[in-house]
Each structure stands twice: as C-alpha cells, then as structure tokens.
C-alpha cells in the first residue's frame, strides 16, 4: 500500500491519540512503518499549498483582521531530531526544546471565524531568518494574493519600528503590546525618552490613553497608547496608530481579537498530533507539521459547515464508530 497525504491527513483527523507511523500502519494491511517513513522523507508540502487549500474557503472583510504569533512544538524528549532547539514557550512558561512555528491568522468579524493563511518553520541555523523575517515576508505576500484586510494584531515580541512603518506605509491599523522597558516620550520632545512603565498617568488618561512617540518612529508619527490593568499585579500596555478608540475599553476590546491565534494554536496541538511526530529528519518534520496543519483546516471547514467546535465534529468520529462496534456481536462478555 503506497502513503498519500491524503491518507496521512485522514490519519491525523481520524486517530484520538496515537499519531505516530507505527500506529497507522498497524491499522492498515500492507502497510508498515518504513512505508510511513519514507513518504515523509521523500515528500514536500509547503505553505504555499496550504494557501491553495484555504484560498477557496475564506471569506474576506474590508475590516478583516491578520493576527501575527508563534508558537513552540514541545520536542522536550528529543536528543537527535532536527530543527529542535531551545528556545522559550510561552505555553511551559520556560525555556524547552522544540520547534518554533509562526504563524499567521485571518479573522472575519462579521462571520466570527478564522482561518490559517500561512506560516513558517523557525529555524535560523537552516536558513537564517529570524522571526520577524518571517512575519515581513508572510504580510509582503497578503497584497498579491488579494487578501482584504484592515487592521493587524501581534504580540509585544513583534513591536518593531521597522513593521510600525510598514504597516503605517501600507495605510494599516495595528494594535500592539509594547513592553515596559520601550522608550517613548508623551511631553512633546520637552523631555528625553523614558521607559512605558515610568510614565506618569492622570485619571483621564487612564481612562482615555495619551498621545505620545516611539523611539525610532518618524518625528511627525503620534501613536496612542492605553494602560490595562490586567491584574494587581499586572499592567499591560497597548499601542495603536488608530486614533478612533475613545476609551481604554474599546481598545482592549479591539485587541482582544489576537486571542484567536492562541485557539488555532491549542486546537492544532490538541486535534491533529502536530507535535507527535519521532521522525528525525528535518524534511520528515517539515512535511508532518505540514500535513498536520492541513488536517486542521479539513477539520475546521467541517466543523463551520456542521455548526460545531472542532473537538465535538472529532468526537464524533469516535462516537460513531462506539455506535458500530457495541452491535456486533461478541464472546468477550458472553
């Protein structure tokens, strides 16, 4: 039996736990692990194939949202498989061994749905790029396929000048988390540049947000940025060259959108074993991880059309097959 993607996709929708090549070629006569092995060595899907699928099945919005972040596959068992690498999760809260995957979402809040556009493996000792390289090379190719978009939204670790004038130059809106160590200054260039958290805020600017420059921005580039007290402990700051938001509250609301990207990274993990893969071969890694995203996307277009989540539409399958298997008959409790 020859492995298509086809049949690895149907995989990876279809198992509950297992999704290694030893798993599915137990399932299936005239299959073995090698077979398994070897396409995934031999293959080569790319994001620009992901593109091609999800093309037909996403609705644009004048007021779309592209959603920009990365997340870490946990490789913390791994010693030999390549492209894992240390580096910091935000999910372990630490540092752990995996691969880096950045990702980019389209959102239609009209519709209320959300779609997987593109992405890109992290792995600078292969090809050199950081992760911004990949986010400017992801929103450089969003014109040309006529995505409509309006308004941009990322994590503080994208917060850049260079991206800030992109965007600005694109005619595009963003919000952003800026760190507390950025420097900006609110008195009009009367004093030097100071960290965001020295700042000092009066209750109408706590409420309102207060005009101010990033450092390295244009001198003539004002952005607005909002304090939100997330917790006792916690203060977040919110960046935006929109000037519309009159209040702290509708900025947050706004910004809250870019927790949509953590939901496509939970299901992604949760759904499709897109971090089960043993293979040790960067090629293998890059095709699994490939395929796995695919499935997602099957899942999800499924699950849009059903009118359910995701992890009922995959629940189901299980549930059907209960459904087929507690009617035959059998000797085991005869």
Same mark, same amino acid.
């Given at each position: 039996?020859?492995?298509?993607?086809?049949?690895?996709?149907?995989?990876?929708?279809?198992?509950?736990?297992?999704?290694?090549?030893?798993?599915?070629?137990?399932?299936?006569?005239?299959?073995?692990?090698?077979?398994?092995?070897?396409?995934?060595?031999?293959?080569?899907?790319?994001?620009?194939?992901?593109? @091609?699928?999800?093309?037909?099945?996403?609705?644009?919005?004048?007021?779309?949202? =592209?959603?920009?972040?990365?997340?870490?596959?946990?490789?913390?068992?791994?010693?030999?498989?390549?492209?894992? *690498?240390?580096?910091?999760?935000?999910?372990?809260?630490?540092?752990?061994?995996?691969?880096?995957?950045?990702?980019?979402?389209?959102?239609?809040?009209?519709?209320?749905?959300? !779609?997987?556009?593109?992405? *890109?493996?992290?792995?600078?000792?292969?090809?050199?790029?950081?992760?911004?390289?990949?986010?400017?090379?992801?929103?450089?190719?969003?014109?040309?396929?006529?995505?409509?978009?309006?308004?941009?939204?990322?994590?503080?670790?994208?917060?850049?000048?260079?991206?800030?004038? !992109?965007?600005?130059?694109?005619?595009?809106?963003?919000?952003?988390?800026?760190?507390?160590?950025?420097?900006?200054?609110?008195?009009?260039?009367?004093?030097?540049?100071?960290?965001? &958290?020295?700042?000092? !805020?009066? &209750? $109408?600017? =706590?409420?309102?947000?207060?005009?101010?420059?990033?450092?390295?921005?244009?001198?003539?580039?004002?952005?607005?940025?909002?304090?939100?007290?997330?917790?006792?402990?916690? +203060?977040?700051?919110?960046?935006?060259? #929109?000037?519309?938001?009159?209040?702290?509250?509708?900025?947050? @609301? #706004?910004?809250?959108?870019?927790?949509?990207?953590?939901?496509?990274?939970?299901?992604?993990?949760?759904?499709?074993?897109?971090? &089960?893969?043993?293979?040790?071969?960067?090629?293998?890694? *890059?095709?699994?991880?490939?395929?796995?995203?695919?499935? !997602?996307?099957?899942?999800?277009?499924?699950?849009?059309?059903?009118?359910?989540? =995701?992890?009922?539409?995959?629940? $189901?399958?299980?549930?059907?097959?209960? *459904?087929? #298997?507690?009617?035959?008959? +059998?000797?085991?409790?005869?």
């Amino acid at each position: 039996m020859k492995v298509t993607a086809q049949l690895y996709g149907q995989f990876l929708v279809s198992s509950q736990v297992n999704y290694t090549g030893t798993y599915l070629a137990d399932h299936l006569d005239g299959l073995t692990h090698d077979n398994v092995g070897y396409f995934l060595k031999t293959s080569h899907f790319t994001p620009r194939q992901l593109w @091609q699928q999800v093309r037909p099945q996403v609705v644009f919005s004048p007021r779309g949202y =592209v959603l920009f972040d990365d997340t870490v596959l946990d490789k913390h068992h791994s010693r030999h498989i390549e492209l894992v *690498r240390r580096q910091y999760s935000g999910n372990a809260h630490g540092v752990i061994a995996g691969i880096g995957l950045v990702n980019c979402v389209y959102v239609n809040p009209e519709t209320d749905q959300f !779609w997987l556009i593109d992405y *890109r493996l992290f792995a600078p000792e292969t090809d050199g790029k950081t992760k911004l390289d990949h986010v400017a090379e992801m929103l450089a190719q969003l014109a040309p396929r006529g995505v409509a978009y309006r308004t941009v939204l990322m994590d503080s670790w994208y917060a850049t000048t260079a991206l800030f004038k !992109w965007l600005l130059a694109e005619g595009k809106t963003f919000y952003c988390p800026l760190k507390s160590n950025r420097l900006v200054d609110d008195s009009g260039g009367r004093q030097p540049y100071q960290p965001v &958290a020295l700042l000092t !805020w009066s &209750a $109408a600017e =706590v409420e309102r947000g207060k005009v101010l420059k990033v450092k390295g921005m244009p001198k003539d580039c004002k952005l607005k940025l909002f304090r939100v007290l997330v917790s006792t402990h916690r +203060t977040d700051y919110l960046v935006t060259n #929109e000037a519309e938001p009159r209040d702290t509250a509708a900025a947050e @609301q #706004e910004s809250s959108v870019r927790w949509t990207i953590e939901q496509f990274h939970r299901e992604l993990k949760q759904l499709t074993g897109v971090q &089960a893969c043993q293979c040790r071969l960067a090629r293998s890694q *890059r095709n699994h991880i490939a395929l796995a995203v695919r499935a !997602w996307t099957r899942l999800k277009q499924a699950a849009y059309q059903a009118q359910k989540t =995701v992890y009922q539409l995959k629940q $189901a399958f299980l549930d059907e097959y209960m *459904r087929h #298997e507690l009617i035959k008959p +059998t000797l085991l409790f005869a």
